[in-house]
């Protein structure tokens, strides 16, 4: 019987505990709902916590540390005519090192070399660029933008360059809008209102269709093709050569600004204003003169002097308002 009754007993327990059963069943269901919820609204609480982090993070890096872009040219380096190529260089390289502090993006407009050409041979005159070249990939390892446009000096690059800095290259003048302006960017060799036939009298005109067949020449694939060929050595004593000529010339007689009614890149500025092609900004290099000119339809042109001799640049802020700095 004592056997029974603990079974009965036994029996009689297993049933009772079947409403405590519900009720720790609806308990452990409120606290696994509460659990749920708690852990939705922490994950949530969470959520917002770092997207607001991250949203403040990039807000905060955007405006404050990746706000400035810059704009640089003609620093001719390697250029016979310059007394130490190597400080030269060194003093180029110490500059975007303090534009990488705040640079989004950085644009060289041309004739950052004062003469490049990309041979089929191997050229070992390449490695006096190196420095250079590193800088600018660093910068580009960076997140910043680095863009190279080609000059009267530099245009023969058929991919090497691009693929030695990481740079975008670019052969052609380009419109960009940045912080809510337009800005037309461009070397400025070879640019002309669309009336200069008539607006320039007869030794004007012909020096410029003499500088005209020459940019003919050296842009002619043939011709570039026949060039390449060269050993390096042969084509680099003609390049550099020629091109010492050119920037001896230039500082025995440079060429003052003439004046808004005479300015080639000022009067191309107004043409296309007067064509309906507005920008806020108009940047140049090419003249190696430091010019930063409002003109009637309310656009700016800037002619960025050099990075050689002036040491001078522009920078855009994040408001769009634009500068011209001196660099010493």
């Known amino acids: 019987m004592e056997q029974r009754h603990d079974v009965g007993r036994s029996q009689t327990r297993t ?10 069943n609806y308990e452990n ?34 405006v404050n540390y990746k706000k400035m872009i810059y704009f640089l040219s003609d620093a001719h380096l390697g250029s016979l ?16 090192e303090e534009m990488s502090q705040d640079a989004a993006s950085i644009y060289m ?51 090497g360059l691009a693929e030695l800095t990481g740079a975008d290259i670019h052969f052609a003048p380009c419109t960009i809008t940045r912080y809510g302006k337009t800005l037309y960017l461009a070397h400025g060799d070879g640019l002309l209102p669309s009336n200069w036939e008539t607006l320039y009298p007869k030794e004007i005109r012909k020096k410029i269709k003499n500088f005209m067949r020459l940019r003919e020449i050296f842009k002619n694939p043939f011709l570039q093709f026949c060039f390449r060929c060269l050993p390096p050595s042969w084509g680099n004593k003609i390049g550099y050569t020629w091109a010492k000529n050119s920037r001896l010339k230039e500082l025995a007689k440079p060429c003052p600004y003439k004046g ?10 107004k ?46 802020d994040n408001k769009g308002h634009l500068t011209l700095c001196n660099y010493e």
């Open 260 to 269: 808004e009614d005479k300015e080639e890149l000022v009067l191309f500025a």
């Open 109 to 159: 407009l041309g004739d950052m070399f004062d003469f490049w050409m990309e041979y089929f041979m191997r050229d070992s005159k390449k490695k006096i660029f190196l420095p250079f070249c590193k800088e600018i990939r660093k910068l580009t390892s960076k997140g910043i933008h680095v863009h190279i446009f080609t000059g009267n000096h530099d245009l023969w690059t058929f991919g």
């Open 271 to 316: 043409d296309q204003e007067q064509q309906g092609n507005h920008r806020d900004y108009y940047i140049f290099g090419h003249r190696h003169i430091e010019l930063d000119l409002q003109i009637a339809s309310g656009s700016r042109v800037v002619i960025l002097g050099d990075c050689f001799k002036l040491w001078t640049y522009a920078k855009l």
């Open 81 to 96: 005519a310059i007394e130490n190529p190597w400080l030269h260089q060194k003093k180029l390289i110490s500059l975007l």
């Open 29 to 62: 269901y409120e606290n696994y709902v509460n659990y749920v919820n708690y852990a939705n609204y922490a994950n949530y609480a969470n959520y917002v916590n770092y997207a607001n982090y991250v949203n403040y993070a990039n807000y905060a890096n955007y």
């Open 15 to 24: 049933r009772l505990p079947l409403n405590y059963e519900n009720y720790a």
